[in-house]
């Protein structure tokens, strides 16, 4: 259920759209300049229409999508997915940072304890003896 020729504020879009889990956080997200509409930034009670293309960058991940469609309320995950049409090189680009992200994890050496003579030693430094 949508509304074809409408608008929708680009807060409630984002919220109905469930790229932000509450509205008051899609709201803090359009004034910090995380959501570009067309490529320029806007204010939270900017209207959006169908075709108008928008930039989210959650973290370090960063969403191109295109609106398809306004929402009348909003629904469950499967209507929220059909409101936007991700652009192929953006969700490239996010697997991409995905896959260097666990590499990343992967190749981090874990901290150990120190071990008794380690202990000593440090022992010995914050105590003032060599």
Sequence with gaps: MSYSEQSLR????????????TRGLA???????????NGQRAKPSR??????RLA???????MVVTVVDIPIRRGPAREASQLYEEHPDSIEKRQQLKGQLKLERVK???PRR?????????????????
């Design 56 to 62: 989210v960058t959650k973290g370090i991940y960063e």
């Design 27 to 37: 709201t803090t997200a359009v004034i910090g300049g995380k959501v570009r509409l």
């Design 108 to 110: 981090r050496e874990r």
């Design 10 to 21: 680009i807060d409630r879009w984002l919220w109905s759209a469930r790229i932000y889990k």
């Design 114 to 130: 120190p071990d008794k003579r380690q202990r000593r030693r440090i022992r010995g430094l914050t105590r003032g003896r060599d």
């Design 47 to 52: 209207p959006v229409r169908v075709g108008d």
